[in-house]
């Protein structure tokens, strides 16, 4: 092997960015969370994004309205129409769901769905 060939090396860090900065500042942002289907305010909770930026409305965090987004994108795309939340995967009666979370807003979300487990 070669001396010259470069190695990803872990951890790997990246540069913080502008908005996160600036959502770190101001302590809340306004948006929609897919969740609970809202326009809702998300309150910044510390500097790691991704597991802060709390929904008022739900308590969802921004990891589990990225699983909720892959979710409807998914299912969208097996079943043909475009789902925007996890509201609208809850009221689908031919598709049965399975969730290890035992609470939480992504948990209380689909448990109103017929087959969910």
């Known amino acids: ?6 190695f990803i090396k872990y951890p790997i860090y990246h540069s913080v960015k502008a908005f996160d900065r600036i959502a770190t500042k101001v302590r809340v942002w306004a948006g929609y969370c897919l969740v609970c289907d809202s326009l809702t305010l998300f309150l910044v909770d510390g500097r790691w994004l991704r597991e802060t930026l709390l929904c008022v409305r739900c308590k ?3 990891r589990q309205r990225q699983v909720a987004y892959i979710l ?3 299912i969208s795309a097996l079943i043909g129409r475009k789902l925007r939340c ?3 995967i809850a009221s689908l009666d031919n598709l ?3 969730n290890t979370e035992a609470t939480g807003a992504v948990h209380k979300t ?4 017929k087959h969910y487990t």
Request: charged share 20%.
């Open 96 to 98: 049965i769901l399975y």
């Open 110 to 113: 689909l448990s109103t769905a």
């Open 86 to 88: 996890l509201k609208e």
């Open 60 to 62: 969802s965090t921004n």
């Open 72 to 74: 409807c994108s998914s």
């Open 1 to 6: 092997m070669p001396h010259n060939e470069k």
